[in-house]
């Protein structure tokens, strides 16, 4: 895996991340950091990716377990120490999952394994922050697509 970031130039932070697999993300900072506000800032793109990370783990153990799943979303709302480096020390991780007729434990038991087996994202940041989690399943009449 492989990416290279691009400083945008001298008047401000803004700075562009091309990936491996050939897509492109922005990152800037706060004006009073000397950016200009235009996107995430790199620290939200790290918890954005972990978010990622646990959701797609989520999504396909339901769907590997034939679970009729039909959206998952997770909030993460994270602490981060007042002193530099600034890491996260706290990380709460809140799902919603929504299918027909889903079994809570299902979705209890996907997410214990994206955090201890599979998300290789939340298993950097637990060495510095304390992660919690919690879980609401929705029940719907939706069926998913095939």
């Known amino acids: 895996m492989e990416c290279t970031i691009n400083w945008g130039g001298p008047d401000g932070m803004l ?3 091309q990936t491996g697999s050939g897509h492109v993300a922005a990152m800037d900072g706060a004006v009073e950091g000397g ?3 235009l996107a995430p800032r790199p620290m939200e793109m790290l918890l954005a990716g972990t978010g990622g990370c646990t959701a797609y783990d989520v999504v396909l153990i339901l769907k590997r377990g034939r679970h ?3 959206g ?3 909030k993460l709302a994270a602490e981060r120490a007042e002193t ?3 890491v996260f020390t706290r ?3 809140a799902f919603t999952v929504t299918g027909k ?3 809570r434990a299902a979705v209890e038991r996907a997410v214990q394994l994206s955090h201890e087996k599979y998300c290789s994202a939340s298993a950097i940041l637990e060495k510095t922050a304390e992660l919690t989690f919690s879980v609401e399943v929705v029940d719907t009449d939706e069926t998913p697509a095939a």
Do not use: M, R
């Open 15 to 17: 700075f562009v991340a």
């Open 35 to 37: 950016g200009h506000n």
């Open 68 to 70: 009729a799943v039909t």
């Open 72 to 74: 998952c979303s997770v």
């Open 84 to 86: 530099d480096p600034k």
């Open 91 to 93: 990380i709460h991780f």
């Open 101 to 103: 007729k889903l079994p």
